[in-house]
């Protein structure tokens, strides 16, 4: 079975940190770019960052360049998000998708995993 599945999200306050993982089964990211996106409610779903491949190329939505992190390990077939001074804002739902390129169609997406900010 194909699959992605989303960890390491839950209840933070403002200003704390939380890394998200990506893991990948059945198949092989080291052939993927991954991207991170997340949905708010009532919001559309937006993509927050994507790295490719190889990990050599990461790319940012402009309002989380400095805070958010994506990176991945191919040995341990997951890809990372590590998200730095988190806001209110920033609570979703985040989905990691895998895709040959970033900004190509998604194959494969991951159930998602909750991210909320509040005292």
């Known amino acids: 079975q194909l699959q992605l599945v989303e960890s390491g999200g839950g209840l933070v306050q403002p200003g704390g940190s939380l890394r998200l993982s990506c893991a990948a089964s059945?198949?092989?990211?080291?052939?993927?770019?991954v991207g991170w996106f997340r949905q708010a409610p009532g919001k559309e779903r937006e993509e927050v960052s994507c790295?490719?491949?190889?990990?050599?190329?990461?790319y940012y939505l402009y309002s989380m360049k400095g805070r958010f992190t994506i990176s991945r390990d191919n040995a341990k077939n997951t890809v990372y998000l590590q998200m730095n001074s988190l806001k209110p804002e920033d609570t979703a739902v985040y989905y990691c998708?895998?895709?040959?390129?970033?900004?190509?169609?998604?194959?494969?997406w991951g159930q998602g995993t909750q991210v909320t900010v509040s005292s």
């Open positions: 998708a895998a895709r040959r390129k970033c900004l190509s169609p998604v194959d494969y």
């Open positions: 059945g198949f092989t990211l080291d052939y993927y770019a």
């Open positions: 790295i490719s491949s190889s990990g050599d190329s990461t």
